[in-house]
């Protein structure tokens, strides 16, 4: 049972944009930094976001991050047909003193 | 480049012990924290556990506390992760995946090409 809640899916037709949530609590979202993942059918995990909202070398900035309180957001702009994947948000719980992931949320574009 | 290469994928019985690795270069491995995260069949990203090579120091999920252990041999750049005593609900994808920083809080910024283990009997 993650302690960081994503909706399941969201969709969007090419060139639109969509945004995924991330809640958590004081213990996690709201004392640490957040990190957002993309997951293409069948491969590993891929760094999109760290530190809430820096995009490492090589993400378009069509992706962006921010953070609010215990939520943060991934969006994506100018949906593109290869941005269909998996997306998972993370962060480290002081309370428990290890890392933890999101739900996930699978992004389909119409 | 930095990389992290995990070893192949793996068939077992259950109640048979199993230890996979994830070797990294282009990078001091010592210096930051290596994890692993699980992925079970069509299901989300776990976080299993953490351990910083420098010290040893590991950290585990309380979810896989006591399941698997996680190590490391600094002199050839490889992390572990093993089992004792396979169930078939050990069935997934494992990832060693590396931190950004000598900071355990930080996000995985490296990740291995994950390593599938089937436990059947």
């Known amino acids: 049972q993650s302690v960081l809640t994503q909706p399941p899916s969201v969709s969007a037709a090419p060139g639109r944009k969509v945004t995924i949530s991330c809640s958590g609590s004081?213990?996690?979202?709201?004392?640490?930094?957040v990190s957002w993942f993309q997951q293409l059918p069948g491969t590993a995990p891929k760094l999109l976001i760290l530190?809430?909202?820096k995009r490492p070398s090589g993400i378009p900035d069509r992706f962006s991050g921010s953070k609010s309180g215990t939520s943060a957001t991934l969006g994506i702009t100018g949906l593109q047909t290869g941005d269909e994947a998996d997306y998972y948000c993370a962060t480290w719980d002081t309370s428990l003193s290890i890392g933890v992931f999101g739900t996930g949320t699978k992004v389909t574009v119409l | 480049e930095v990389q992290l290469v995990q070893s192949g994928a793996e068939v077992k019985k259950p109640g048979e012990s199993l230890k996979i690795s994830c070797e990294g270069s282009g990078y001091s491995f010592s210096h930051y924290w290596i994890g692993w995260v699980r992925q079970m069949p069509g299901k989300g990203l776990e976080w299993m556990g953490i351990l910083f090579p420098g010290d040893s120091d590991t950290r585990y999920s309380p979810s896989f506390q006591g399941q698997v252990t996680i190590s490391a041999d600094n002199s050839i750049s490889t992390a572990y992760l093993q089992w004792s005593s396979l169930k078939a609900s050990d069935t997934a994808i494992y990832y060693c995946?590396?931190?950004?920083?000598?900071?355990?809080?930080?996000?995985?910024?490296?990740w291995g090409q994950g390593t599938m283990v089937t436990v059947s009997s």
């Open positions: 004081s213990s996690n979202i709201g004392n640490n930094y």
């Open positions: 530190d809430n909202n």
């Open positions: 995946a590396r931190q950004t920083s000598s900071s355990i809080n930080d996000a995985f910024d490296v």
